[in-house]
């Protein structure tokens, strides 16, 4: 719950929206502006209430890992004002806190390894070449977000969890509108967001009576104690968690590679470099927007200034990793930064991405076959002209047209 009345006596700052004129990728500037003055400040949410915003690297990273912030919207203070898409789950990872966000996370912390990855890898790569095959027939150009972008990571979500076949597309289907963009009517997005859930408990009843070697068929077996809604919500936790934000990145980092082709040749020519660019890429888009968010439990003194016991804090990720005394000229892709200190992208501490490793390899592979397959690819309409998602909780394009140019 947000806190519902002003400070007294102060004029409050707006929370920063949008992007700067010219670059569709950078924080608004008032968070740049707002960091100069401090690294936390009181500013006004859309819905009325306040909440303090961290702007900060060193702040985000401190409070995202600190065990006096609560990440559970029904913490007192917690800055929770609304916003499009997702779903309301009783098991939600990212909103959880100890003990619970541990047992949690426990459940499926093994389907997450290195290893698991690496076992992972050949299956993703043999969806990222089937979708490469797809767009290489359509008519060009053609929307890079509907037939790449989202398809990828949404496959495969669909063979970890261990959704059939046959069934991916109206899988996909429902998971997308649950997380459309802001103008898709809401109850278009709850009757989306019903069939999913409904889909989901069939599937459990399916996997309960003839188990696979699949994350939901584990999870089944492994925690007997939960019941069907309980999994139905844990596993659409993991589903949205690692679906969208994988999209934006896979549709920004592939406008990157239209827009920079120099970076496009260094990757032609030296592909181990991609590791190094997926880092940089994740730090410069920052796909997630005013968050995370928490709540504080107790009293905290941060940067000079007294955080109260239910009051609520933004610690943005997408200013901290812009933050020039933590990455020197933020707005240019370094891929020689020091590699001691990571960019924010996927959190800190406890609630650090579960699915890091997984993203990253997705990323990898579908970057290694844009550059090397597409290397003339283009935009088909001017950049000024690709519709952002500057005002929503993710960032990312609405549509990517793109012509493939093949030869």
């Known amino acids: 719950m947000s806190i519902a009345t002003d400070p007294p006596h102060q004029e409050l700052t707006e929370l920063p929206h949008g992007a700067p004129s010219g670059c569709p990728y950078a924080p608004p500037p008032a968070m740049s502006e707002l960091r100069s003055t401090g690294p936390l400040t009181k500013v006004r949410l859309p819905d009325g209430t306040w909440t303090w915003l961290a702007t900060s690297y060193d702040l985000v990273r401190e409070i995202i890992a600190h065990p006096a912030f609560s990440a559970s919207p029904k913490s007192p203070g917690f800055p929770s004002w609304n916003l499009p898409g997702g779903l309301d789950l009783p098991l939600n990872m990212t909103q959880a806190d100890p003990p619970v966000h541990t047992q949690m996370r426990r459940m499926s912390a093994g389907e997450f390894t290195l290893k698991r990855i690496g076992e992972l890898r050949p299956d993703i790569e043999r969806i990222t070449d089937e979708r490469c095959a797809v767009i290489e027939a359509l008519p060009q150009p053609f929307d890079f977000v509907d037939n790449f972008a989202t398809p990828i990571p949404a496959t495969v979500i669909c ?42 408990l069939k ?53 990157t590679m239209i827009e920079r082709p120099d970076l496009a040749a260094k990757v032609r020519a030296d592909r181990s470099i991609l590791p190094e660019l997926v880092e940089e890429l994740l730090r410069y888009h920052s796909v997630v927007r005013d968050s995370p968010r928490r709540a504080a439990l107790a009293d905290v003194e941060l940067g000079g200034v007294t955080i109260r016991a239910g009051e609520g804090v933004i610690a943005s990720v997408q200013a901290a990793n812009w933050d020039d005394a933590a990455f020197p000229r933020p707005d240019e892709i370094d891929l020689d930064r020091p590699r001691g200190r990571r960019s924010l992208a996927f959190g800190h501490g406890i609630h650090a991405c579960i699915g890091a490793l997984l993203a990253k390899a997705e990323l990898e592979i579908v970057l290694d076959r844009i550059v090397t397959r597409y290397p003339d690819i283009s935009l088909a309409v001017p950049l000024s002209e690709v519709r952002f998602r500057t005002t929503t909780h993710l960032h990312g394009c609405y549509e990517l047209p793109v012509d493939l140019r093949l030869r």
């Open 159 to 200: 063979l970890m969890l261990g959704v059939p076949q046959d069934e991916y597309e109206y899988f996909v289907r429902r998971i997308r509108l649950v997380l459309a963009h802001d103008n898709l009517d809401s109850a278009e997005r709850q009757g989306a967001k019903l069939e999913l859930l409904q889909y989901m």
């Open 203 to 255: 599937l459990i009843e399916v996997k309960r009576a003839a188990p696979d070697s699949r994350l939901l068929s584990r999870l089944i077996v492994e925690n007997p104690g939960l019941d069907p809604v309980e999994l139905v919500s844990y596993a659409c936790s993991l589903l949205l968690a690692g679906f969208a934000t994988t999209a934006h990145m896979i549709e920004l980092s592939t406008l």
